[in-house]
């Protein structure tokens, strides 16, 4: 198997001689904490055409809800740091101000937001929360912006528009309300489209109502659309490409058809490994991750997925894997031991041997801290005492530098 490593851009990153709608290059988000710095987001790079659907995924907290945040330049005005570039159409926004950026929201790029109770405001008129971004952006007078918003209700449907116009977000169902957020993300017809786990807290029924929603008014005003959620299952049928994220890096990336057919980092397998089969039989027990995610201002040296993985090696505690791509395919992953390759089903052969009765990566864990000569430890780390508003800290392929053989 060819594998080259995965170079981050430089401080003077372009874009694409053939320009994308959306280019992200080497995207830094940190935040100051009184118990350090949060590396949210370090070194993400990813790009986007219209009519394209990215599915970023991965556990709460691996830098999902920041990433996009940070793109759209949605982030707290103290005690963050914001670095790299985000290149829409060819010009750079990263060093936008709020007045230049009210330009892009709503216009050009609009988000919607996993909870709806909070992100509406809730003693305001669902129509007056509509018509605020057209009276704004397209310089409608009120009777147009009423028609429009009207109009936008009935189109995610939404019952009874006229009269939904002069609700309140309260006098709704949870289904209902995500419509509005998205009504209101479309109303002056962005390109560009976040949204932030959009089926949190709806029933199965509402989630692929709410999915199938988006994807018919994406291919309907043939926009691009990032799609954030912990669900594999959900962007499996959905997305063009999946951008796995752990630890505020990326992981892994690929098409999405290649992903699932040829996963190579064992953080993606892990998560395929969680999710409920109808094959299963009722009452069986899920095949969950041990541990939790890494502690964002101390990470472990090397992997930072190593205290949790089945593959774990003593390499893995020592330097951690770069992202590597795998010829042209298109895929590109950050493992020392691969899925599906001989290293790997080795390492995982070994780990299994010897394990026990033990959970596999546990054992597997602990052996590779004696070899290397550190202190055995439990995998849960330090609680963070301090929140950060969103996630993690990425890093996926970059396009504006050339690769190198490995």
């Known amino acids: 198997m060819s594998r080259k490593v995965i170079t981050t851009a430089g ?19 940190h935040f100051r904490t009184e118990r350090g710095t949060v590396r949210a987001v370090d070194g993400v790079s990813l790009n986007l055409d219209r009519g394209r659907t990215l599915g970023v995924v991965g556990e709460s907290g691996s830098g999902k809800t920041i990433l996009s945040r ?34 892009i929201w709503g216009a050009e790029m609009a988000m919607v937001f996993q909870d709806p109770m909070t992100s509406l405001n809730p003693v305001m008129k669902i129509g007056l929360q509509i018509t605020e971004s057209l009276t704004h952006h397209l310089k409608m007078d009120k009777k147009e912006a009423k028609a429009t918003a009207t109009a936008l209700l009935a189109s995610v449907g939404i019952p009874e528009p006229v009269q939904r116009f002069d609700e309140y977000p309260h006098q709704l169902s949870g289904g209902m309300r995500q419509r509005v957020t998205i009504a209101i993300a479309l109303a002056c017809g962005p390109k560009v489209l976040f949204a932030d786990e959009p089926t949190t807290a709806l029933d199965v029924t509402v989630q692929a109502q709410i999915l199938n929603l988006l994807a018919a008014q994406q291919q309907e005003r043939h926009m691009a659309m990032i799609l954030v959620t912990h669900d594999l299952g959900v962007v499996a049928g959905r997305a063009d490409e999946i951008l796995v994220m752990y630890g505020g890096k990326v992981v892994e990336q690929a098409p999405t058809a290649l992903l699932f057919d040829n996963v190579k980092m064992p953080y993606t397998e892990a998560l395929l490994r969680s999710i409920p089969k109808l094959s299963h039989r ?14 964002l201002v101390n990470p472990p040296p090397g992997c930072n997925f190593s205290p949790r993985c089945r593959y774990v090696q003593p390499s893995c505690l020592v330097q951690e894997p770069p992202l590597m791509s795998i010829g042209t395919t298109g895929q590109h992953y950050r493992c020392w031991y691969p899925v599906g390759t001989p290293e790997g089903d080795d390492a995982l052969a070994r780990n299994i041997a010897a394990a026990g009765d033990e959970d596999v990566a546990v054992a597997a864990f602990r052996a590779a801290q004696v070899a290397v000569g550190a202190t055995p430890q439990s995998l849960d780390p330090p609680p963070v005492a301090a929140p950060v508003p969103g996630g993690t800290r990425p890093p996926p392929p970059d396009r504006t530098q050339p690769t190198e053989e490995a």
């Open 11 to 29: 401080a003077s990153g372009t874009p694409d001689a053939a320009t994308q709608l959306l280019d992200v290059v080497d995207l830094k988000t």
């Open 70 to 103: 940070s793109i759209m330049g949605l982030l707290p005005s103290r005690n963050t740091v914001r670095q790299g570039h985000v290149f829409y159409e060819g010009v750079d926004i990263v060093g936008y101000d709020q007045n230049q950026m009210r330009d």
């Open 282 to 295: 009722s009452h069986t027990r899920l095949d969950a991750i041990p541990g939790r995610p890494p502690d």
